[in-house]
Every structure is written in structure tokens, then in C-alpha cells.
């Protein structure tokens, strides 16, 4: 597959964004099919459930430092950690 994310090379919102925007194009020019579309947009909203998760979690140990819990607040870094395989 032409659009496929190499082993290790950086992920963020960007790339992700660029990668579902040519899968689409794909789709349009027929170079893939529905089921593979829909198999991309399955993972991709698996990945936005992540990221959200993850500014979640940083929102509540936000609110438990202001309530005096012992809890150092840290928003992960994770969309622009490299893949690893």
C-alpha cells in the first residue's frame, strides 16, 4: 500500500490527517475498495477515542490536584511518539 505509515516514523495528528485524506482520495479514484475505507475509518475512530482518552485522564488528575490529591498532572505525549513494531 502506497500510504502505509513505515516502522518508526513519526505519528501525530497531521500525518494521520494527510493518510485518511488520501485513503479518501483512493476511494474516490477507485484505487481501494468500501471494505478497506470502512476498515481505515474503523481504526481511525479507535484512534480519536484514544487521543481523547488520554485528554481525559489528564483533565481528572488536573481536578484531583486541585482537590489535594498527591497526583502529578501529565498529558502523554503519545501522537508524536515513533510506531513501534
Known amino acids: 500500500m502506497a500510504n502505509e505509515v513505515k516502522a ?3 505519528v501525530n495528528t497531521k500525518s494521520l490527517a494527510a493518510f485518511l485524506f488520501n485513503e479518501m482520495e483512493r476511494l474516490k479514484a477507485k484505487e ?3 471494505q478497506e475505507a470502512i ?4 481504526l481511525a475512530s479507535q484512534l480519536n477515542n484514544l487521543l481523547d482518552y488520554e485528554l ?4 481528572i488528575q488536573l481536578k484531583l490536584k486541585e482537590v ?3 497526583v502529578e498532572p501529565k498529558l502523554r505525549e ?8
Open 78 to 85: 503519545i501522537e508524536s511518539k515513533v510506531v513501534d513494531y
Open 56 to 59: 481525559k485522564r489528564t483533565v
Open 32 to 34: 481501494t475498495t468500501p
Open 39 to 42: 476498515a481505515q475509518a474503523k
Open 68 to 70: 489535594g490529591q498527591s
Open 8 to 10: 518508526g516514523a513519526p
